[in-house]
């Protein structure tokens, strides 16, 4: 089978690990409980940013964010090395800028990660995200961002959503915990 993956807030806990950079980078002290609060993907607010601040010191970071100790998510890799074993295609798909692909692609690779080449998918805007995901055929489909999964409703593909506070109100089949993935996929067959 052909299993897809976007990678921030998917396999990797991203927001988290940069949500800790901030109040590190700005001598702040927010509680964890404000993160799991948040109903937005940005996590400026929390830090009492406006929105042109919190895009500034997003991109002024980016490389941190993307490339230090961001763990993945409890059970993710060993899930994804689980399924590759089994002799399943394993794409990723992530809308990451252009210009980081292939020290994302290194990056993943370095943590472990079963990447084939030509299956790491980068640098690209959500409709061209979504289009690449149809014309692979995939049969399932992971991803936490409400603005994806939206438009792919209607499509061969099992969607998922990996689940975040800020996509509490998308009724679609709910990934909560990594290890649940394979209880998950016989209750879908």
């Not at 929105?51 to 002024?60: F, L």
């Not at 992530?94 to 790491?120: H, L, V």
């Not at 979504?130 to 939206?150: G, R």
């Not at 409703?153 to 975040?164: A, G, M, R, S, Y």
Request: proline fraction near 3%; charged fraction near 30%; include cysteine.
């Amino acid at each position: 089978m052909k299993f897809g993956f976007d990678i921030d807030d998917t396999l990797i806990n991203l927001r988290e690990h940069a949500f800790h950079l901030y109040n590190k980078k700005l001598n702040q002290n927010v509680n964890l409980d404000v993160f799991h609060a948040l109903k937005t993907v940005e996590i400026h607010e929390a830090f009492g940013l406006e929105r042109e601040a919190g895009n500034t010191m997003w991109r002024d970071c980016m490389e941190e964010i993307y490339f230090t100790e961001c763990p993945s998510f409890e059970g993710a890799l060993e899930t994804l090395i689980s399924l590759e074993n089994d002799g399943h295609e394993i794409y990723y798909i992530t809308s990451r800028p252009k210009k980081y692909c292939a020290q994302t692609r290194d990056w993943m690779k370095a943590q472990g990660f079963p990447i084939t080449d030509e299956n790491f998918y980068c640098g690209m805007q959500d409709e061209e995200k979504i289009a690449t995901i149809k014309a692979l055929e995939l049969d399932y489909y992971f991803d936490d961002k409400p603005a994806v999964l939206e438009t792919l409703q209607n499509v061969k593909t099992k969607v998922f959503i990996k689940d975040q506070s800020y996509n509490q109100l998308m009724d679609m089949p709910r990934l909560k915990q990594w290890s649940d993935l394979r209880k998950i996929l016989e209750e879908t067959v």
